[in-house]
C-alpha cells in the first residue's frame, strides 16, 4: 500500500482483522520519480552455463519496464525461470514486452513474468510464449492486461481485482486461488484454452465476482470448458475461520460467442471433478445472469 502523511487510500486484499491473523509490517521510502527500463534486446545463449535473468526489483515505485524483448533459446534441461522479477512494489507498468521462450519445460516450471506483493500493476501490448506459462505471481491486486496475446496468466494464492481487456489466451488456462474483488474478462478470445482454473493448492476459495463480456471461445477436445474446477480437494482449511467458507464465484456472462472446433461435440460452463469442496455453500454453482451466448460448429473472421 501507498502511505502518505501517515494515511493510505488503498486498503489490503482482505481484511486482517481475523483470529488467526499476526500481520507484520515493514516500510521502504519511495522516490516519487519515473523509473524507466526501455528499448533492449535481451538475447540468452546456449552456451550459457548459468540461467541469465533480465531484471529483479523489490521495493519500488513508479516504474515502467518498455520496448522489452526477451529471448531464449530452446534448453532441454533449465527450468525454474523468472526472466523479470518484481516483489513488494507499487504502481509497475510494462509495455510492449516481447518475451519469446523461458527456462521452462513442458512439465516443469518457469515464468517469464515472476511477482509477489504488487499493487497496481498495468501490462500493455505483452506478447509472450513459452513452454510452461509466461506468469506467475502471488499477492496481486489492482492488475489490468490490455491488448496483450500470452499463453497464460496465474495467481497462485491471493488477489484482488484484475481485468483484461483485448487479450489473447492460446493453448493453456488461466489459474486462480484465494481471489477477492472482480476478476473480468472483456473483449478477449480464448484458443484452445481453459479461460479460468480454480486454483486447489491452497484449498481456499473465497466469494469473489467473475465476468465474461463480449468474449471468443474456439474450443478443443480437451479444452471444452469456460471454467475448470477438477482439483478441488474438498478439506476444510484447519484453524482459518475466515477460509471455512468455501464458495464459487458469482459469474456473469454478456455475450460470449463459443465456436466448437474438430471433433468438439460439447462444451461446459463449469466441469468439476469428483473432489468437490468440503463445505459449498451454493447448491448450483454461482452462475448469476447468462445472456448472448451463441455456439457454432464452424466460424471465419467476420463472425
Given at each position: 500500500m501507498m502511505i502518505n502523511n501517515g494515511k493510505s487510500k488503498d486498503r489490503p486484499i482482505s481484511s486482517y482483522i481475523t483470529p488467526a491473523s499476526r500481520p507484520q509490517c515493514m516500510y521502504c521510502k519511495a522516490d516519487?520519480?519515473?523509473?524507466?527500463?526501455?528499448?533492449?534486446?535481451?538475447?540468452?545463449?546456449?552456451?550459457?552455463?548459468?540461467?541469465?535473468?533480465?531484471?529483479?526489483?523489490?521495493?519500488?515505485?513508479?516504474?515502467?519496464?518498455?520496448?522489452v524483448r526477451i529471448y531464449t533459446p530452446i534448453v532441454h534441461r533449465e527450468y525454474g525461470d523468472r526472466a523479470i522479477n518484481?516483489?513488494?512494489?507499487?504502481?509497475?507498468?510494462?509495455?510492449?514486452?516481447?518475451i519469446e521462450g523461458t527456462y521452462?519445460?513442458?512439465?516443469?516450471?518457469?515464468?517469464?513474468?515472476?511477482?509477489?506483493?504488487?499493487?497496481?500493476?498495468e501490462v500493455v501490448g505483452m506478447k509472450a510464449a513459452a513452454n510452461w506459462g509466461v506468469f506467475g505471481t502471488s499477492n496481486l491486486q489492482n492488475v489490468s492486461l490490455i491488448n496483450s496475446n500470452i499463453n497464460r496468466f496465474d495467481i497462485h494464492c491471493y488477489g484482488r481485482n484484475v481485468i483484461f481487456e483485448n487479450c489473447k489466451f492460446m493453448n493453456e488456462y488461466n489459474q486462480f486461488s484465494s481471489m477477492f474483488g472482480e476478476?473480468?474478462?472483456?473483449?478477449?478470445?480464448?484458443?484452445?484454452?481453459?479461460?479460468?482454473?480454480?486454483e486447489a493448492s491452497y484449498d481456499a476459495y473465497p466469494k469473489f465476482k467473475l465476468v465474461f463480456k463480449n468474449c471468443r471461445i474456439y474450443a478443443a477436445e480437451k479444452k471444452n470448458a469456460l471454467i475448470v474446477a477438477n482439483g478441488l480437494h474438498g478439506g476444510r482449511t484447519k484453524?482459518?475461520?475466515?477460509?471455512?467458507?468455501?464458495?464459487?464465484?458469482?459469474?456473469?456472462?454478456?455475450?460470449?460467442?463459443?465456436y466448437l472446433q474438430n471433433d468438439?461435440?460439447?462444451?461446459?460452463?463449469?466441469?468439476?471433478?469428483?473432489?468437490?469442496?468440503?463445505?459449498?455453500q451454493d447448491i448450483i454453482p454461482g452462475v448469476r445472469d447468462v445472456k448472448d451466448v451463441i455456439v457454432n460448429r464452424n466460424f471465419n473472421n467476420n463472425d
Open positions: 516519487l520519480g519515473k523509473k524507466e527500463i526501455k528499448n533492449i534486446y535481451f538475447v540468452r545463449s546456449k552456451q550459457s552455463t548459468k540461467k541469465t535473468y533480465f531484471i529483479y526489483l523489490d521495493g519500488q515505485y513508479n516504474v515502467e519496464i518498455n520496448n518484481i516483489s513488494n512494489s507499487y504502481a509497475v507498468s510494462l509495455k510492449n514486452v516481447n521452462s519445460q513442458k512439465d516443469r516450471y518457469g515464468y517469464g513474468i515472476n511477482m509477489n506483493n504488487v499493487n497496481r500493476l476478476v473480468r474478462f472483456e473483449n478477449c478470445n480464448f484458443y484452445e484454452c481453459t479461460p479460468f482454473l480454480l484453524g482459518r475461520s475466515e477460509l471455512r467458507k468455501q464458495e464459487f464465484p458469482d459469474v456473469y456472462i454478456d455475450g460470449l460467442k463459443i468438439v461435440c460439447e462444451y461446459y460452463i463449469y466441469k468439476i471433478g469428483r473432489k468437490m469442496m468440503g463445505l459449498p
